[in-house]
């Protein structure tokens, strides 16, 4: 189950272990375009009930969050050892709720990408910047520097299960707004430029925020995204879907146009 263009969905703190298997249910009896990598990042208690649901369909499962030590005195938090036992594949690390909720440092996104590569789950780690620094024309530099700092000290040859979801702050959540191509393309452009200097040319670069059904086949048409990761509009499976119908029809379009 590879591919270049992954798509998925992370839920929050939504859906409990009932309207995960019915959410899941529905997803998995859909045709899903084998051009795609999908995956889903439920809650922890629904982890175990996700990877029953999925079975063997062509769905990869994720967690939004771990600590970097198999085990400890480390009161409500979740160990790779417990996820990996539950079937979780993908973990979601550095995201700017936890970033800010709970003042996450770019020395704590790093340690925990290390502890996930060494227990052979793939991190997917969230970079992003803030309105001040869009209106400063420092989102590219931002991203960058994030993304050196969660990967700092890791063998490139160790990098390449990596996967990296752009997430301007100022795009995400119910008052978030979508980033236009121009500033997306820009934007993974750079960070492409940097991942490809260091031989990482495998690793994709993720696109969130504010994606929906109407804009997602722009973004997949966009330069340099080697993905979308979505939030509200694919909480519900029928929602996901339209996503990925849409996604689906930009790749379609962009891969046309570069074999033209």
């Not at 998925?8 to 009932?18: D, E, L, P, V, Y």
């Amino acid at each position: 189950m590879t591919s270049s263009f992954w798509i998925g969905t992370s839920w929050k703190m939504n859906n409990t272990i009932a309207e995960t298997r019915s959410y899941l249910t529905e997803l998995v009896a859909a045709p899903l375009p084998e051009s795609m990598s999908v995956f889903v990042v439920p809650s922890f208690t629904a982890l175990p009930a996700a990877r029953e649901t999925i079975g063997d369909a062509p769905v990869h499962l994720g967690a939004q969050n771990m600590h970097w030590d198999e085990k400890g005195a480390h009161t409500g938090e979740i160990s790779p050892l417990m996820l990996l036992e539950c079937g979780v594949e993908i973990v979601e690390l550095g995201h700017s709720e936890r970033r800010t909720d709970q003042a996450e440092s770019d020395a704590d996104v790093n340690a925990k990408v290390r502890s996930a590569i060494a227990h052979d789950l793939r991190p997917l780690v969230c970079v992003g910047d803030h309105e001040e620094e869009l209106a400063a024309g420092a989102s590219a530099e931002t991203v960058i520097r994030q993304v050196k700092l969660a990967l700092s000290g890791i063998d490139t040859s160790q990098l390449s299960r990596c996967l990296i979801a752009y997430e301007p702050v100022w795009a995400i959540g119910e008052s978030g707004r979508v980033a236009s191509p121009e500033h997306v393309a820009a934007v993974h452009g750079a960070v492409r430029d940097l991942l490809d200097t260091h031989g990482l040319a495998a690793v994709p670069v993720l696109y969130g925020g504010s994606v929906n059904a109407g804009n997602a086949g722009a973004l997949a048409a966009t330069a340099g995204v080697g993905g979308l990761f979505v939030g509200r509009s694919a909480w519900t499976a029928g929602g996901f879907l339209e996503v990925i119908a849409a996604a689906e029809k930009g790749l379609a379009a962009r891969n046309a146009l570069a074999t033209a």
